[in-house]
């Protein structure tokens, strides 16, 4: 066990990474280095477990929420441009998601997470062995997780750790093995937040988060790659409208992907590395929270060819049980 001491010295450290590493964000997206080359689409999903502020721990207590992403891919890329359409079998695949979900802090140390997802996909291909347009909605691959927010009193700092479970359906048989709602493995997670202040009235705020997502156990002959997603956001809190406290931010997200493994994959056209812009705002008003914002991509490296999305939407509503 960590003394209160001990404690406060290792949420110092780690904040002063953090703070570091915000600081260091655009010289580390601008310095990644990206690939090139022909028919497949993963679509990176975990992204979606990155990039807002609004279900960080800071007291015990629950919180139930339910998240909506919406992903149109419809264009070919190649490396890092564009691509001919006639390269990719592929022509869309267009994805709406929904997400329930709930955490509970027991205290302000130790809590869990878990998170439900169903998803409805349209997937239209010329692919010769199985051309024409499918459309399927069904469970999604269930996470559960451990959240520790120990290092320090006001709980800016955790660790999350868990599992995604293979129970979304990834056997519907007019989908590509990547096309699948789900990925028929089971895989680690480990990830890790902070956030802070950048002023002392608290006006602005930060907060940093990434996630590693890694499979240990597969079937059908498909491997989903290793994934790793981080975000740096700031945000301004010093709105709002009547009772309602308005606060715009705006966050990067950082997504690499690696490639497929399996007789069923295609690791030729899958992996990438891409970098996301996202603005977006946050309401809240006594217990309740919406967040929403666009993820805009900036910088995108896909290996092979694969269909990619121009933009992607997503909103969280979430409702406070706090003790």
């Not at 975990?46 to 919406?70: H, I, K, N, Q, R």
């Not at 390269?87 to 439900?116: C, H, P």
């Not at 800016?156 to 990834?170: A, C, E, M, N, R």
Request: glycine residues 12%; contains cysteine.
């Amino acid at each position: 066990m960590l003394n209160d001491s001990a404690r406060e010295r290792l949420s110092s450290r780690f904040s002063g990474l953090m703070r570091a590493g915000l600081i260091a964000a655009p010289a580390l997206f601008g310095a990644t280095v990206f690939s090139t080359a022909a028919n497949a689409c993963a679509c990176g999903c975990a992204v979606f477990d990155v990039g807002t502020s609004s279900l960080l721990p800071s007291c015990p207590g629950g919180t139930v929420f339910v998240e909506y992403d919406f992903l149109d891919q419809n264009q070919n890329w190649s490396g890092t441009s564009s691509a001919p359409a006639a390269n990719n079998t592929d022509k869309e695949i267009r994805s709406n998601f929904i997400l329930a979900g709930g955490q509970y802090m027991f205290n302000s140390s130790w809590g869990v997470m878990a998170e439900v997802p169903y998803t409805d996909r349209y997937f239209r291909t010329e692919d010769p062995s199985d051309p024409g347009a499918f459309e399927h909605g069904g469970l999604g691959d269930i996470r559960l997780m451990g959240v520790y927010s120990g290092f320090s009193s006001d709980m800016s700092t955790g660790i999350v750790f868990g599992v995604k479970l293979p129970t979304g359906d990834h056997t519907y048989p007019n989908f590509d093995a990547d096309t699948e709602i789900g990925s028929g493995s089971t895989d680690l997670l480990l990830g890790a937040y902070h956030s802070g202040t950048l002023t002392t009235d608290g006006s602005f705020g930060y907060y940093a988060q990434v996630l590693w997502q890694h499979e240990v156990a597969t079937q059908d002959a498909y491997s989903p790659g290793p994934e790793l997603n981080g975000a740096l956001g700031v945000s301004y809190n010093n709105w709002s409208l009547g009772d309602v406290h308005v606060a715009p931010i705006f966050q990067m997200i950082y997504s690499q992907r690696g490639r497929d493994g399996g007789a069923n994959a295609d690791p030729l056209d899958s992996g990438y590395s891409r970098v996301l812009a996202s603005p977006g705002v946050e309401f809240d008003r006594g217990d309740w929270k919406f967040y929403t914002d666009a993820e805009l991509p900036v910088y995108l490296d896909m290996n092979g060819d694969q269909l990619i999305a121009h933009w992607s939407l997503k909103a969280i509503l979430s409702y406070s049980l706090a003790n």
